[in-house]
């Protein structure tokens, strides 16, 4: 009786008992992999406004501070887009004719709103309070990134729970003087472990229990 | 417009949205108003104003916008989804006063039968979201009732009339009001005389002075008021007794003994929350257990028919019919030596009862108090009033004032009288104002065929209601959140009414439709109320009348939420010498003697508990709202005793889905009196008096919506159907029969004893003053203690080490003041977002209420000793079974010890409820939360979660309260105070029976409580350690009725 | 029809009626063994029996597919469970699948350690009904949860959200548990068919059946290297199955035992379901094959002494399990706890619905067994089959029962409420058993019904064979 199949076969089968096994790690890693990627968190992906607002330009250059726009970053959990009427204030004076900000104008004179594509966004379930974070010492820097050196904003921070909880977690890692919050250019100290430490004393920051209790962030 | 190009627009809209979820798609408001869909939209839903879009977005103008594009918007609830990236939209001009984010609070009151309440009104980027009582208002005290609470739904209610209607077409107010022109022109020549006004019971002082000024301008016009719920007993009594109208007020809080004669002041009618908190301010039990000899409290005495909350909370009550009453009350009177000319009454087999009562008012005099109910004869009341005078009770218990109500008297006549001048012909114009006679009409008085005969019938209501679709004129009343005006409280407390929204479909109010009537010119409510306040300030102020000082006084009437000084004085009033006389007629009516016969039934009428007396029948959330003596919800049904079932052969019939925790298929019995008949469904209510049938009014309205009812498919059956204007409460003789039909009653809980299980502990008085701890059972204490010391047991459950400083919230339910009037349950439904699921499912045993209020009754169903109201929220057990057996940690402690659950973690295996000893998690079988009806949308809770299907919730302590406190108090540095989180439920409580606070801080109220020697917590021999525990319930009964 | 069929000598049918144990298959020969065994795959053109019956579980199979679909469409509600009640049909199904699905190790891995003989003629059929009951009991958790797209948070695996699932949980211990449950036998009863595939593969006769069949045996040459590791191999695998028929169950009686709930809280719990479970097993077993040795004339190799012994092991266990059942009863009444005391005055004198089901229960589970003493009726098939049926029946409504009743009067009479089944309820339930049937009719007509090495080995001539075990 001739045979059914060639020699080879013997390899190939003890091969796909492992190869199998193999495949499938492979295909979790990919999974994983993918989750944490731009693709899958969006960060770091930029963003063309219909006004090309630059923060380089205005955080960077001009050294405006953050809460001139985002007004009420420090007393609610929003931060505050600014209306119209902010960018109006300087610009009835200066670069009244420029073509780029042709849309504020317009949005001005017919009162309709500016409308942005919005950049850091989180799901629903998820209750961020912008004042909270700013008040205990974490830097606007922190989560945006250098918001002073994007032409064109885009998140900087993958926002996935995992980021965030390595925070929640370890608030020593991230705390700043307040007094530096809104300062784009700040440096870590070499010691900003024990800083850290310090500043939650003062500040009365709760400890990783009470910061990771999951109705902190979830209602 | 068509409904397809909405259909297309809202596509657009939907998609503009798409995703945007929870909180985030708040935040994302503005960015749909943009949108050109929108725009297109806003012009066609509400043409009147898409103009004003362009320009100026004044405060209330952009809410509008605002509300109606969050109508459009889509919630996910707990969607995975990574979180989509919409637009953002910022303002063009911020809006003063509002930050993004946070909620603000205005002061208006609610006009309600009784008296209005005040109210606080939270409301989120301008929308009402959340009504709370206003503390500095006599009549709320900060408290609210379910009709308070639910009325926020009825503000968002899709089935509310939103245009408009000429025999039942759409038209533009300015149509109506060229009609209504036209046609009291033709009037003026005559005076008015065949121009007519119905209305209900006018509490608004602004709209009196438009009254005035329209009957000045058709001087023959007439003005007739009318209210379902009949007080002519109570306002001939008073006439009979002191020659002139007045309203009566009580001071609970310095009664020692309270006699109710059929009176549920305890219920839960809109007017009372004031006594509630009254009467339970000398029950409590605050002593520690060293001077429990101390310990003091009010005595109630209840003879009452069916089971209510004041009979509920009664030391003593005696369950006879309603015509059985007013021979007690004489007996009592007699005893008391209250002359009661004719028949003395007798107490018949209550004798011993009735002496121990009369001897017991005798003896405190001055402090005692008695009532009679709105349903009593005028006998019954002459006689209140009388024992009241006689004991002196009268300036120290008892007051009397002008009555509240202005214009003429809620009598039955006046509606008579406007029936027959229409069957006459004498009336061309009918202008109904907010009222729904065809539906709640007396049966005898034929509205609705008279009616038919008046040439131009013209309707201003919220609904297309019975009266509405009789009328040719139907014009689309605002809510009173969306409208100027005032109101008055109980003690003539007036409070300023301000919109909170623009009216989002154009209505308009009885005060600007009043106006127009007498003006024939429209005139903005604002003026209309300011100019009548400015008079009213005119006469008041002393100093300069200039108009920044009246700015002032405006600005703080608003804010305060009332004007100072308006509340009426006492007035000093003696009975009429000859008042016995008018005892005589009714001598005749007493039959407390006469045992009724065995086949003898009476029928007895009340307003139901929940949609009272039927205007509020279109809110789910009162319908979903179990009653509190029989836990029914979605159904009215003829109520009777255990005993008087058996004689009729009603029983329990079989199981609907859920079982006790769902409801029967009950038997159908017919009502008949005379050539009237209804179809009831048979209800057995332990302790209901025997002999008598109770059934509700509110149900079987016709057209009152989706929820409350339509022709096609009603809910309930209309009580009012059975009444007349000479019985307007209760029929002596009904004939009752048995059908073989069967309905579907679905109820939360049908089981009504305890199983001897301590679950409810209570004592007497006495009992407390001799053992304080009699709860708490100390040696069962200790044996748990033992325990738990006992060498580190190996526990499923790790420890959790929060700083010293965290809080530790705890609460504690006060089960001597529990009322069980359900406030709680539907505050706590309007904070948290909770979904009406609906009577299938409410009958399947899956309502979803986070806070239940459990009713046991002490003794056996046929001889109830005593009832007891328990609410149930989550327990936060410090040793919670639910947390273990998660798989996925859903559900884990906080460090504060809140037992939280994470909806977006949530797979639904269900073993949390299953192992949940308490069973007080609910679980979202199906897609329950509505995202697609627009307008309801605009009520949520932005602060919470919207749960979707197949998802486990449960009462939070109000997480998203605790987290806001805990925020502000963190900004600035400080610990949160004690009070500054107050959970919604305990919020609302008229009782104050709830507290919460951080029981680590022994200063905290609900530390306070729960160091009280009344302190237990339920089955806490599991150990589950629950953070919620309870006062046990103490009464005052009479040692000399004691056993008997 | 080949010759070996039809070997059924007068001394077969003298074994039966003498009904001296004898497992070897009488008058046949090595090759008689083999040509008759694989005949039923290779040769033997099917029976129009066998499609009918195919058809059935086919419909059955699209049926429940089609309530799955709904049933994520609607969500769980279409089910009557409620709160309290809120798990039923879907988890009693799941832990009576389960418990089928035991027989089958028991048989292959116990008994092959125990060298028990009689075992070789119905492990695989054993092996095959265990293999396909926890696919059935697979579905229902999945199915049970409220959002069942979610289910993989149940594995740990490292994720984005920094969690795992909690240890804690017997649900979780659940997963592991019977997903390594179905893995072993899995192997078990692939590594077991690897020799009859070789034997498969060579007697093919069209190419394709070759090739399909080749590949199973994964170069099998029946060498002596391939025999001696195949045998160690195999007992490895029966030492490690072993454990796990112990341990399967008492995990999942542990959703139940680590709970608080009245009537669930019961320390006795693990060895009573593991008991149950093999009682169930056993009948499941009984059931196919009584029908099976007729319908494919295989009455020589599953013999009435095999039923007889497969009845005395459903007699012992019946009693475990009645013991489980009464001892519980007996704590509860010595232990005078409130809340357990009413749960079980409940169940049996108990409350509408529930007390009838209890004694329904009794009866099969308990008092139908007891026939099984008589020998008679223990060599006797149809009193067997129904027995058997009637235990199956028994062990569902008994766990049926098991959760209902304590949820339903637990702490609070204010929450007390009942479970009603739906039509959705009993569809998604009958539905599985049509997976089951589709999956089993597939196997007796491709796979080997029974180990024709193992057969081999029995043979007088073959005690070469048995030294090697």
């Not at chain 2, 057209?703 to 007349?724: C, E, H, I, L, P």
Request: one cysteine or more; glycine letters at 6%.
């Amino acid at each position: 009786m001739p045979q059914v199949f060639p020699r080879a076969m013997n390899i190939l089968s003890r091969a796909s008992l492992f190869g199998s096994l193999l495949v499938a790690a492979l295909v979790l890693w990919i999974c994983l992999v993918y989750t944490r990627s731009p693709y899958g968190t969006a960060a770091g992906v930029m963003r063309v406004q219909q006004v090309p607002f630059s923060h380089q330009h205005h955080v960077g250059v001009l050294g405006i501070d953050c809460r001139y726009c985002h007004t009420t970053v420090e007393h609610s959990s929003f931060a505050g887009i600014p209306p119209t009427k902010t960018c109006m204030n300087c610009h009835s004076q200066i670069w009244v004719g420029s073509e780029m900000l042709e849309p504020v104008r317009a949005s001005y004179q017919s009162q309709k709103p500016l409308q942005w594509d919005r950049v850091n966004n989180l799901p629903g379930f998820v209750y961020f309070d912008h004042s909270i974070h700013v008040n205990k010492g974490i830097g606007c820097a922190s989560c945006h990134g250098r918001i002073d050196e994007m032409p064109f904003t885009y998140q900087a921070k993958s926002l996935l729970m995992e980021w965030c909880l390595d925070c929640h977690r370890h608030p020593e890692r991230e705390i700043r003087p307040r007094a530096e919050v809104f300062n784009m250019k700040y440096q870590q100290p070499a010691n900003q472990l024990e800083l850290g430490r310090q500043l939650m004393d003062e500040y009365h920051i709760a400890n990783e229990t009470t910061l990771t209790s999951c109705s902190v962030c979830h209602r | 417009m068509s409904r397809k190009d909405l259909a297309t627009d809202l596509a657009e809209l939907e998609q503009a949205l798409q995703g945007t979820s929870g909180r985030q798609y708040w935040r994302s408001l503005d960015e749909l108003a943009g949108t050109a869909a929108f725009q297109k939209l806003m012009r066609r839903e509400f043409p009147q104003q898409a103009d004003v879009w362009p320009d100026s977005l004044s405060r209330r103008h952009f809410l509008t916008l605002m509300g109606a594009s969050l109508a459009l918007a889509g919630l996910s609830g707990c969607s995975v989804k990574p979180a989509p990236m919409g637009k953002i939209v910022p303002y063009v001009q911020p809006p003063r006063e509002i930050v993004a984010g946070e909620p603000l609070f205005f002061a208006t009151a609610q006009p309600l039968p009784g008296g209005a309440v005040g109210l606080l009104v939270e409301s989120h980027m301008g929308r009402p979201t959340k009504i709370e009582g206003n503390p500095d208002h006599p009549a709320s005290g900060g408290a609210t009732s379910i009709y308070h609470q639910a009325s926020i739904l009825t503000l968002y209610d899709p089935d509310r009339s939103q245009t408009v209607t000429y025999q039942g077409r759409t038209r533009a107010w300015t149509e109506a009001l060229a009609t209504l022109r036209t046609g009291l022109e033709k009037e003026r020549d005559n005076g008015g005389a065949a121009v007519r006004i119905l209305s209900e019971p006018i509490l608004s002082p602004s709209l009196a002075r438009q009254r005035e000024r329209l009957l000045k301008s058709l001087p023959k016009a007439k003005w007739h008021v009318y209210e379902p719920l009949l007080q002519d007993a109570r306002l001939e009594a008073m006439r009979l007794a002191f020659g002139q109208n007045l309203d009566c007020h009580y001071a609970f809080n310095k009664a020692d003994v309270v006699l109710s004669l059929d009176a549920d002041f305890l219920g839960s009618e809109p007017g009372n929350l004031r006594w509630i908190a009254d009467f339970m301010s000398r029950r409590r039990i605050r002593t520690p257990a060293s001077d429990s000899t101390q310990a003091s409290m009010n005595r109630l005495y209840c003879i009452e028919t069916e089971v209510t909350c004041t009979g509920a909370k009664a030391d003593h009550r005696l369950a006879v019919r309603v015509q059985d009453i007013e021979g007690l009350a004489r007996a009592i009177a007699s005893k008391l030596g209250v002359s009661t000319a004719g028949s003395s009454g007798s107490a018949g087999p209550h004798e011993k009862w009735v002496a121990a009562v009369a001897k017991d008012l005798e003896a405190h005099r001055g402090r005692v108090l008695v009532l009679a109910g709105n349903r009593q004869p005028v006998a019954v009341h002459l006689l209140a009033h009388a024992i009241n005078q006689h004991l002196g009770n009268v300036g120290q218990t008892v007051f009397y004032s002008r009555p509240v109500t202005e214009g003429p008297s809620p009598r039955i006549e006046s509606l008579r009288e406007l029936a027959d001048d229409m069957r006459q012909d004498r009336v061309r114009l009918l202008i109904v104002l907010d009222a729904n006679p065809v539906y709640s009409a007396p049966a005898d008085i034929k509205f609705m065929d008279a009616l038919e005969r008046v040439p131009l019938r013209v309707h201003l209501g919220l609904y297309q209601d019975e009266t509405a679709r009789r009328c040719h004129w139907h014009l689309n009343e605002a809510h009173f959140l969306e409208t100027w005006g005032d109101a008055r409280a109980f003690d003539g407390t007036a409070t300023l009414m301000q919109p909170l929204i623009e009216p989002l479909y154009r209505g308009r109010s009885a005060i600007e439709l009043v106006a127009f009537l007498a003006t024939l010119q429209e005139t903005p409510g604002e003026e209309l109320v300011r100019s009548r306040w400015r008079d009213h300030w005119n006469q008041q102020t002393r100093g300069p009348k200039t108009d920044d000082a009246f700015d002032a006084f405006w600005k703080t009437s608003l804010h305060d939420g009332v004007v100072a000084g308006t509340g009426f004085p006492i007035r000093n009033v003696a009975l009429e010498n000859d008042w016995q006389r008018h005892l005589e007629p009714q001598a005749s009516a007493s039959g407390a003697s006469s045992r009724p016969g065995d086949e003898s039934f009476e029928l007895a009428f009340a307003p139901d508990p929940t949609v009272f007396d039927g205007s509020f029948a279109n809110n789910g959330w009162l319908q979903e709202c179990p009653k509190p003596s029989t836990t029914l919800t979605w159904d009215n049904a003829a109520l009777m005793s255990p005993d008087t079932a058996r004689q009729l052969g009603v029983e329990l019939g079989e199981y609907a889905h859920g079982g006790e925790h769902g409801g029967f298929k009950m038997p159908v019995v017919e009502l008949k009196v005379e050539d009237r008949s209804v179809l009831a469904p048979a209800w057995i209510v332990p302790g209901h008096a025997d002999h008598s049938i109770t059934v509700h009014f509110g149900y079987g309205r016709e057209s009152a919506g989706r929820v409350g009812g339509q022709r096609d498919q009603k809910v309930g059956f209309n009580a009012y159907a059975m009444r007349t204007s000479s019985q307007p409460w209760f029929v002596p003789n009904v004939r009752v029969t048995k059908t073989d039909r069967t309905h579907l009653l679905a109820c939360t809980q049908q089981h009504n004893l305890m199983e001897n299980r301590d679950l409810v502990r209570s004592a007497s008085l006495e009992k407390f003053r001799q053992k304080p701890d009699f709860a708490s059972e100390p040696e069962k204490q200790k044996e748990i203690d033992e325990t738990r010391r006992a060498p580190a047991p190996l526990e499923f459950y790790p420890p959790l080490e929060p700083p010293a400083s965290t809080p530790k919230w705890g609460m504690v339910i006060d089960l001597t003041t529990c009322v069980g009037c359900k406030a709680c349950v539907v505050a706590c439904q309007a904070e948290n977002n909770i979904p009406v699921v609906g009577k299938q499912q409410v009958a399947a045993g899956r309502e979803m209420h986070w806070i239940r209020v459990d009713r046991y009754v002490g003794g056996t169903a046929e001889a109830p000793a005593e009832f007891h109201f328990q609410p149930v929220p989550c327990m936060h057990c410090e040793r919670a079974p639910c947390e273990y057996v998660c798989p996925v940690e859903a559900t884990v402690h906080s460090a504060e010890g809140l037992n939280d659950m994470v909806y977006n973690r949530c797979v639904g295996t269900r073993f949390c409820s299953n192992n949940c000893s308490y069973k007080v998690r609910r679980f979202n079988f199906f897609h329950y939360a509505d995202f697609e009806t627009g307008s309801l949308r605009l009520q949520y809770n932005p602060d919470v979660t919207v749960r979707s299907r197949g998802v486990m919730e449960k009462c939070s302590y109000c997480v998203q309260r605790i987290r806001h406190a805990q925020i502000d108090a963190d900004r600035e540095e400080r610990p949160i105070a004690d009070g500054e989180v107050v959970t919604a439920c305990q919020a609302a409580c008229p009782a104050g029976a709830i507290a919460f606070g951080d029981l680590s801080n022994s200063a905290s109220e609900a530390a306070k409580w729960r160091s009280s020697p009344l302190n237990y917590a339920l089955l806490e021999e599991l150990g589950t350690r629950p953070r919620t525990t309870y006062l046990a319930a103490v009464r005052n009964p009479n040692p000399e009725l004691e056993g008997g | 029809m080949s010759p070996a069929a039809s070997i059924k000598t007068a001394e077969v049918r003298q074994s039966e009626t003498s009904g001296e144990l004898r497992y070897v298959p009488v008058g046949h020969t090595f090759a008689s063994v083999t040509e008759k065994i694989a005949e039923l795959v290779l040769g033997r053109a099917t029976r129009q029996a066998w499609f009918v019956v195919l058809a059935a579980g086919t419909v059955l199979l699209l049926m429940f597919s089609a309530v799955i679909v709904y049933l994520l469409a609607k969500g769980t509600g279409i089910w009557g469970i409620n709160v309290p009640v809120g798990w039923c049909f879907a988890i009693t199904s799941f832990v009576w699948w389960i418990g089928i699905g035991h027989a089958g190790t028991l048989i292959s891995a116990i008994l092959v350690l125990l060298h028990q003989k009689w075992r070789t003629s119905i492990n695989r059929i054993a092996e095959a009904m265990t293999i396909f009951a926890v696919m059935c009991a697979g579905t229902f958790p999945l199915l049970h949860l409220g959002r069942p797209w979610f289910f993989f948070w149940l594995l740990p695996y490292p994720n984005t959200m920094k969690l795992w699932p909690q240890f804690r949980s017997a649900l979780v211990w659940d997963v592991f548990a019977v997903s390594t449950y179905f893995s072993v036998s899995l192997m078990f009863w692939y590594m077991g068919m690897i020799p009859d595939f070789a034997t498969l593969r060579d007697r093919a006769v069209q190419r394709r059946w070759q090739v399909v069949y080749g590949m199973l045996a994964m170069g099998w040459r029946n060498s002596a290297r391939h025999w001696h590791r195949y045998q160690m191999a195999y007992l490895l695998l029966a030492g490690l199955a072993t454990p796990l028929v112990i341990s399967v169950h008492s995990v999942v009686s542990s959703d139940f035992a680590i709970s608080l709930e009245p009537g669930w809280h019961e320390t006795v719990f693990p060895p009573y379901f593991v008991a149950g479970a093999l009682l169930s097993g056993f009948a499941m077993v009984i059931a196919l094959a009584i029908p099976m040795r007729h319908y494919y004339g295989i009455e020589d190799f599953i013999s009435v002494s095999h039923l007889e012994v497969m009845a005395k092991i459903l007699l012992a266990t019946s009693f475990f399990t009645s013991y489980g059942y009464f001892s519980e009863q007996f704590i509860t009444w010595i232990s005078g706890e409130t809340y357990d005391k009413y749960v079980y005055l409940n169940i049996l004198i108990g409350f509408r619905q529930y007390a009838a089901v209890t004694w329904i229960t009794l009866c099969c589970v308990f008092i139908a067994p007891q026939l099984l003493w008589i020998k008679r009726f223990r060599r006797n098939e149809k009193v067997l089959f129904v027995v058997s049926v009637l235990v199956l029946a028994g062990m569902w409504m008994e766990r049926y029962l098991l959760i209902t009743t304590s949820l339903s009067r637990d702490f609070l009479p204010s929450s007390w409420g009942i479970f009603q089944p739906t039509v959705w309820d009993i569809l998604t339930y009958v539905g599985s058993l049509g997976l089951f049937i589709v999956t089993f009719l597939l196997f007796c007509r491709f796979l080997p019904m029974i180990s024709m090495c193992e057969m081999r080995g029995l043979l007088p001539g073959a005690r070469g064979h048995e030294e090697g075990r």
